[in-house]
């Protein structure tokens, strides 16, 4: 297993991940036109290698028995290929929306585990933090679901239940080693280059910007993403991870804006406003106990 960390620690490496998604929109926008497997087999793939070689202990990692590999693998994999269906069979602000369900069923799951206690904050934060995801997502537009879509949608509901569902499994195999998410990531990306092979047609980035942005991809929002939201789940608090999780989708509409994508509305600034109160409320048990103990050290002390 990885060094043992504090809880909060261990929650706030995780809360790097959350970061780290944040660039997943602008980074593919500027990775040009790849398909979608190949994408995830050329990211994955780049985030394993770099895995391997910068965590050495990735390689003993890897031997684990095959339950682990089940979770590890399908866990990825099928969020992936998951997430890419709805995209491809749905229109995607719905698509998005039904698969940012995650972060809420991290938090309900969270009180199947052992020391787990699901509390009134942790519903609230996540209520507050969905309602300004959907103005994220929608822009304030609204939301209609529509009958030709179904299967979209419901691959877009399983992609929320397989990440949940991994993520609440990782926490169950807190022995396993964080490093073994290289493993996991180059068997995904052996299966998704497989599987573009024969689904879709290669093609490959036209300019050097273009690579930048994918192995900026495999780098950061892939490898070392999981790797940090692997130590979190395992010893952190998992269910603030959760609500928490729905800042990534306000941060990345913030660098879409900064860096030309998307234009700036009203409705960024009340959902930043939901977000972050629904982040803070989930959060609330860390953060005042932490403050608590800093104001009662000095009497202590005297």
């Known amino acids: 297993m990885s060094h043992a960390l504090s809880r909060s620690t261990a929650t706030l490496i995780g809360l790097l991940a959350v970061v780290l998604w944040s660039l997943l929109a602008t980074l593919t926008a500027a990775s040009g036109d790849m398909p979608p497997l190949q994408f995830t087999a050329v990211t994955f793939a780049i985030g394993g290698v770099c895995l391997m070689i910068v965590r050495p202990g990735a390689i003993k990692a890897m031997r684990q028995p095959l339950s682990v590999w089940l979770v590890g693998v399908l866990g990825l994999a099928g969020y992936h290929f ?53 103005l994220v997502v929608t822009r304030g537009q609204g939301l209609v679901l529509e009958a ?76 070392l993403a999981f790797y940090v939201w692997d130590i979190g789940v395992k ?16 941060l990345s509409t913030l660098l879409l804006i900064v860096s030309g994508y998307a234009e700036f509305s009203m409705s960024v600034v009340i959902a930043c406003g939901l977000i972050t109160l629904g982040a803070v409320v989930a959060a609330k048990d860390m953060l005042f106990r932490r403050q608590a103990a800093v104001e009662i050290a000095p009497a202590d002390a005297g």
């Not at 599987?195 to 900026?216: D, F, K, M, Y």
């Open 235 to 250: 010893q952190g608090d998992i269910q603030i991870l959760g609500a928490a999780s729905y800042l990534a989708p306000l």
């Open 82 to 134: 998951a997430y890419f269906f709805a995209l491809k069979n749905a229109p995607p602000v719905e698509a998005s929306l039904i698969n940012y369900l995650w972060p809420v069923l991290i938090v309900v799951m969270s009180a199947m585990l052992p020391g787990e206690k699901l509390r009134w904050n942790h519903i609230a934060g996540c209520v507050l933090a969905l309602a300004g995801t959907v």
């Open 148 to 223: 030709q879509y179904v299967l979209g949608y419901a691959a877009a509901l399983f992609a929320a239940f397989a990440w949940a569902s991994y993520s609440i499994l990782s926490r169950r195999l807190a022995r396993v080693p964080s490093e073994a998410i290289a493993g996991f990531c180059l068997v995904v990306a052996v299966l998704a280059w497989l599987s573009h092979l024969a689904l879709e047609t290669t093609v490959w980035p036209t300019s050097p910007w273009q690579w930048v942005a994918i192995v900026g991809l495999g780098l950061a929002p892939v490898g």
